[in-house]
Protein backbone atom coordinates (compact mmCIF):
# COMPACT_ATOMS: atom_id res chain seq x y z
CA UNK A 1 0.00 0.00 0.00
CA UNK A 2 0.78 3.64 -0.64
CA UNK A 3 3.09 5.60 2.18
CA UNK A 4 2.39 9.38 2.32
CA UNK A 5 5.09 11.82 3.83
CA UNK A 6 3.89 15.26 4.03
CA UNK A 7 7.03 17.99 3.99
CA UNK A 8 7.53 21.68 3.31
CA UNK A 9 5.13 23.28 6.58
CA UNK A 10 6.36 25.75 8.86
CA UNK A 11 6.55 29.11 10.94
CA UNK A 12 5.65 31.90 8.30
CA UNK A 13 4.54 35.66 8.55
CA UNK A 14 1.32 36.83 7.51
CA UNK A 15 0.99 37.30 3.63
CA UNK A 16 3.99 35.18 3.07
CA UNK A 17 3.96 31.73 0.96
CA UNK A 18 4.98 28.20 1.83
CA UNK A 19 4.59 24.90 -0.42
CA UNK A 20 3.50 21.59 1.18
CA UNK A 21 5.04 18.43 -0.91
CA UNK A 22 3.14 14.88 -0.51
CA UNK A 23 5.92 12.62 -1.64
CA UNK A 24 4.10 8.56 -1.91
CA UNK A 25 6.29 5.65 -1.57
CA UNK A 26 5.43 1.87 -1.81
CA UNK A 27 3.17 2.57 -4.46
CA UNK A 28 2.67 4.96 -7.55
CA UNK A 29 1.01 8.45 -6.99
CA UNK A 30 -0.88 8.39 -10.25
CA UNK A 31 -3.27 5.92 -9.05
CA UNK A 32 -4.73 8.35 -6.77
CA UNK A 33 -6.81 10.96 -6.21
CA UNK A 34 -5.23 13.42 -3.94
CA UNK A 35 -6.24 15.58 -1.30
CA UNK A 36 -5.21 18.09 1.04
CA UNK A 37 -7.39 18.36 4.60
CA UNK A 38 -6.23 20.56 7.87
CA UNK A 39 -6.83 20.59 11.55
CA UNK A 40 -6.83 22.20 14.09
CA UNK A 41 -7.06 20.84 17.66
CA UNK A 42 -10.97 20.63 18.80
CA UNK A 43 -11.90 20.80 15.20
CA UNK A 44 -12.97 18.20 12.60
CA UNK A 45 -10.51 17.94 9.82
CA UNK A 46 -11.22 20.38 7.15
CA UNK A 47 -11.30 19.69 3.27
CA UNK A 48 -8.84 22.25 1.69
CA UNK A 49 -7.91 21.46 -1.82
CA UNK A 50 -8.24 18.27 -4.41
CA UNK A 51 -6.91 16.73 -7.32
CA UNK A 52 -7.99 14.11 -9.86
CA UNK A 53 -5.46 11.21 -10.63
CA UNK A 54 -4.83 12.72 -13.99
CA UNK A 55 -4.33 15.94 -12.85
CA UNK A 56 -6.69 17.90 -15.06
CA UNK A 57 -9.54 18.82 -12.70
CA UNK A 58 -9.04 20.42 -8.89
CA UNK A 59 -10.97 21.76 -7.00
CA UNK A 60 -10.51 23.72 -3.13
CA UNK A 61 -12.46 25.39 -0.52
CA UNK A 62 -13.76 28.79 -0.64
CA UNK A 63 -11.60 29.42 3.00
CA UNK A 64 -8.62 29.38 0.70
CA UNK A 65 -9.93 29.78 -3.49
CA UNK A 66 -7.15 32.23 -5.14
CA UNK A 67 -4.81 31.81 -2.69
CA UNK A 68 -4.01 27.68 -2.42
CA UNK A 69 -3.09 25.90 -5.37
CA UNK A 70 -2.98 21.83 -5.72
CA UNK A 71 -0.70 20.54 -8.40
CA UNK A 72 0.79 16.76 -9.40
CA UNK A 73 4.25 15.65 -10.86
CA UNK A 74 3.33 12.29 -11.21
CA UNK A 75 7.06 11.94 -12.40
CA UNK A 76 8.23 12.55 -9.15
CA UNK A 77 5.58 10.51 -7.09
CA UNK A 78 4.78 14.00 -5.39
CA UNK A 79 1.68 16.24 -4.99
CA UNK A 80 2.32 19.75 -3.77
CA UNK A 81 -0.10 22.23 -1.99
CA UNK A 82 1.39 26.41 -2.93
CA UNK A 83 0.04 28.47 -0.24
CA UNK A 84 0.03 32.42 -1.30
CA UNK A 85 -1.16 35.32 0.98
CA UNK A 86 -1.63 32.83 4.16
CA UNK A 87 -3.51 33.83 6.91
CA UNK A 88 -3.71 33.43 11.10
CA UNK A 89 -6.76 31.49 10.21
CA UNK A 90 -4.54 28.94 7.91
CA UNK A 91 -2.75 27.77 10.99
CA UNK A 92 -3.27 23.78 11.15
CA UNK A 93 -2.04 20.28 10.88
CA UNK A 94 -2.04 19.80 7.33
CA UNK A 95 -2.64 15.94 5.70
CA UNK A 96 -2.48 14.62 2.50
CA UNK A 97 -4.65 11.86 1.57
CA UNK A 98 -4.73 9.34 -1.00
CA UNK A 99 -7.86 7.81 -2.52
CA UNK A 100 -9.25 5.16 -5.46
CA UNK A 101 -10.76 6.39 -8.06
CA UNK A 102 -11.08 8.86 -11.23
CA UNK A 103 -12.54 11.88 -9.54
CA UNK A 104 -12.76 14.62 -7.31
CA UNK A 105 -13.34 13.48 -3.60
CA UNK A 106 -14.33 16.68 -0.85
CA UNK A 107 -14.89 14.38 1.82
CA UNK A 108 -12.33 12.64 4.11
CA UNK A 109 -13.98 9.26 4.21
CA UNK A 110 -13.11 9.08 0.77
CA UNK A 111 -9.93 8.70 1.39
CA UNK A 112 -7.96 5.38 2.00
CA UNK A 113 -4.56 6.69 3.01
CA UNK A 114 -3.00 9.28 4.76
CA UNK A 115 -0.04 10.84 5.92
CA UNK A 116 1.37 11.91 9.34
CA UNK A 117 0.80 15.85 8.60
CA UNK A 118 3.13 18.98 8.83
CA UNK A 119 2.75 21.79 10.66
CA UNK A 120 1.83 25.11 9.36
CA UNK A 121 1.56 28.06 11.56
CA UNK A 122 1.13 31.84 9.89
CA UNK A 123 2.00 34.44 12.78
CA UNK A 124 0.13 37.86 12.50
Known amino acids: QVQLVESGGGLVQAGGSLRLSCAAS????????VGWFRQTPGKEREFVAA????????DDADSVKGRFTISRDNAKNTVYLQMNSLKPEDTALYYC?????????????????WGQGTQVTVSS
Open 97 to 113: AAGYGYRLYLRSSEYAY
Open 26 to 33: GGTVSAYA
Open 51 to 58: ITRSGDTT
